[in-house]
C-alpha cells in the first residue's frame, strides 16, 4: 500500500489535505492516515485493498476504517456498511470523485472536518470489522462502541436471513 498519507497535523486539517490532493489528483484514491507508523501487515493490507475494490464497485466516495460514532447504517457488502455522518475515525480512503469538492473548499478555516466530509459526501462506506493502521498507546479503544453495534447488525441480518 504505497499510497498511503501519513498525516500528524492538528491544525488546518482541511487545507492540508487538499493541498495532498492537488498532489495526488490523478490517483484513484489517497489514504489518509493519523498517525506516523507504517503497517506491514499482508493480510491486513489485503482486507484493505479488498474493501477499496468493494468500495470502488459501489462508487463510494470515502471509505473509513472504523468510527467513533455514526448515524443511520446499512450493510451493502460483508464487510462494507453505509452510513450518513460520522465522527472519529482511524484512517480515511478519499475516492478521486471527491477530490473536487474538498480542493475547492479548502479555503474554510475552523472547520470540522467530519462534519464538513459527511455533508459533501454522497456515499459514505465503512469497512467492518474496523482496523487501525497504529496500536492504541492509551489501551482505550475509542472505537468498540461502535464496532459492538455494527457486530450486533451482522448477527441480527444473519438470523433473518436464515
Known sequence: MDNIIYFCETKDHL????????KNIDSAF??????????NNISLNKYINTCISKAQEKSADILLGGVQNFHKILQIDENLFCIEKFHGFNFIVLFNKIFYKIIKNKHLNN?????????????????????????????????????????????????YRS
Open 15 to 22: 487545507q492540508k489535505i487538499a493541498d495532498i490532493l492537488i
Open 111 to 159: 472547520v470540522n472536518l467530519e462534519d464538513f466530509i459527511s455533508e459533501i459526501a454522497e456515499n459514505i462506506f465503512v469497512m467492518h470489522p474496523f482496523i487501525t493502521l497504529e496500536p492504541s498507546s492509551s489501551g482505550v479503544d475509542h472505537y468498540e462502541r461502535s464496532n459492538i453495534i455494527i457486530e450486533d447488525l451482522k448477527h441480527i441480518r444473519k438470523f
Open 30 to 39: 489517497v489514504i489518509i492516515c493519523n498517525t506516523s507508523k507504517k503497517n
